[in-house]
T-cell receptor, first 112, second 109 residues
Framework: GAGVSQSPSNKVTEKGKDVELRCDPI?????LYWYRQSLGQGLEFLIY????????KSGLPSDRFSAERTGGSVSTLTIQRTQQEDSAVYLC??????????FGQGTRLTVV | SQKIEQNSEALNIQEGKTATLTCNYT??????LQWYRQDPGRGPVFLLL?????KEKRKERLKVTFDTTLKQSLFHITASQPADSATYLC????????FGAGTTVTVRA
């Protein structure tokens, strides 16, 4: 595609439910990143993929968070048993090796 | 892990002046250092990349310097315009991309 695509753009969920966030990176980009951004805050690193493997999962806040990437392309970020503190904008980015990163428009998650 | 510090959370300047933003890091020098712009409600947008063996990079009214001895990058916006108002993020690129908290620039007409 022309850019990084994330879906859904907005998600409202009840506390305790599981959610899946999807990221379609730019075709051919080997690196894929997930970040979380709370209102007025900076980008919090969550996880990084190189191809299908995740060399760095250090940013995942708890074991309720997991992510996978298949076929070196699409990635899903899953949050189990959502809590109100999970409410934030989740941003995905992709890049070719260590170069310029292209961001999606984000998924705004609201846990009520 | 790297700690990335960007100067003051907010910078207010008069149109036409030069804005200078600072990015300091604590550990090893990364292969690349990047600057991004983020507008409210949008994802960051890439502006400039500078390599560790480069001292300076320019793009239109933007200039970036990279001093691996000081472990610092400076980002300059010359002849600033109200449209330059945004949050500017520094990012270090070693094996992953790590961001500073950002500096919000407001340019007054």
């Amino acid at each position: 595609g022309a850019g990084v695509s994330q879906s859904p753009s907005n998600k409202v969920t009840e506390k305790g439910k599981d959610v899946e966030l999807r990221c379609d990176p730019i075709s051919g980009h080997t690196a894929l990143y997930w970040y979380r951004q709370s209102l007025g805050q900076g980008l919090e690193f969550l996880i990084y993929f190189q191809g299908n493997s995740a060399p760095d999962k250090s940013g995942l806040p708890s074991d309720r968070f997991s992510a996978e990437r298949t076929g070196g392309s699409v990635s899903t970020l899953t949050i189990q048993r959502t809590q109100q503190e999970d409410s934030a904008v989740y941003l995905c980015a992709s890049s070719l090796d260590l170069g310029e990163a292209f961001f999606g428009q984000g998924t705004r998650l609201t846990v009520v | 892990s790297q700690k990335i510090e960007q100067n003051s959370e907010a910078l207010n300047i008069q149109e036409g002046k030069t804005a200078t933003l600072t990015c300091n890091y604590t550990n090893y020098s990364p292969a690349y250092l990047q600057w991004y712009r983020q507008d409210p409600g949008r994802g960051p947008v890439f502006l400039l990349l500078i390599r560790e063996n480069e001292k300076e990079k320019r793009k239109e009214r933007l200039k970036v310097t990279f001093d691996t001895t000081l472990k610092q990058s400076l980002f300059h916006i010359t002849a600033s315009q109200p449209a330059d108002s945004a949050t500017y993020l520094c990012a270090l690129n070693d094996y992953k991309l790590s961001f500073g908290a950002g500096t919000t620039v407001t340019v007054r007409a």
